[in-house]
Structures are given as structure tokens and as C-alpha cells.
């Protein structure tokens, strides 16, 4: 069974990047036709899909904040990884790492689009 864990700092700045990574385990990240996304959920709010990359590298970003994200992986690793620039407190956020065997079709998703969740890592922007 996929295993998929999230890393980061819990506090970050405003104006800086957050960076998060992904570790896969018990399946690989190259694995035909699945995705490996980012997904956010601010507190009191819905599910949010940031973005994925593919078993074959290609990388897709949600609508609404592909300007200020970035995604990539190191297949050495089986990890994936999640920058988001110029945070604000709006950002502030549980970050889950999840995987899926389609590609999701807009920014707002359930927790039934996917297929193995990370636990989520709660990540607060503040000063």
C-alpha cells in the first residue's frame, strides 16, 4: 500500500516560499499514470487542489495560484516537492500530499478524487 508523508517548516514568514516534500513509500512515484498532488485546506474552508506532477514528469497547476507555485521531484528519492512564493496569512493552511489515478479537473476537489492522503502538515504564515 502507498505511504505518503509530508515535511516542512509548521511557520513561515510572510513574503517568503514555503517548501514542502513528499516522500513516497510502497510504490513509486514514476508508477504509470498516476498523479502525485498538492492539496490545501485554509481553516473553515473546502478542499483546494494546488497542483500534480505525473509518473512521466509532467507537472499541472490549479488555476489560482499556478503563478506563485512550483512543483517538482527527485525520482532518486521517490519524493515530490511543493514551493509556494510570497506567502501571506492567507496561505496559512493543513498541506497534504495525495495521490490519484486521474488528473484533477479544477481547484476544488474531495477527498474521494484521491487515492492514498499524507497526514497533512499544518503550515501557519505569521510573523
Known amino acids: 500500500q502507498v505511504q505518503l508523508q509530508e515535511s516542512g517548516p509548521s511557520l513561515v514568514k510572510p513574503s517568503q516560499t514555503l517548501s514542502l516534500t513528499c516522500t513516497v513509500s510502497g510504490g513509486s512515484i514514476t508508477t504509470n499514470y498516476y498523479y502525485w498532488n498538492w492539496v490545501r485546506q485554509p481553516p473553515g474552508k473546502g478542499l483546494e487542489w494546488m497542483g500534480g506532477i505525473a509518473y512521466d514528469g509532467s507537472i499541472y497547476y490549479g488555476p489560482y495560484l499556478k503563478s506563485r507555485t512550483s512543483i517538482s521531484r527527485d525520482t532518486s528519492k521517490n519524493q515530490f516537492t511543493l514551493q509556494l512564493s510570497s506567502v501571506t496569512p492567507e496561505d496559512t493552511a493543513v498541506y497534504f500530499c495525495?495521490?490519484?489515478?486521474?488528473?484533477?479537473?479544477?481547484?476544488?476537489?474531495?477527498?474521494?478524487?484521491?487515492?492514498?492522503w499524507g497526514q497533512g502538515t499544518q503550515v501557519t504564515v505569521s510573523s
Open positions: 495525495a495521490n490519484s489515478p486521474t488528473l484533477p479537473s479544477g481547484s476544488r476537489v474531495l477527498p474521494a478524487d484521491f487515492e492514498s
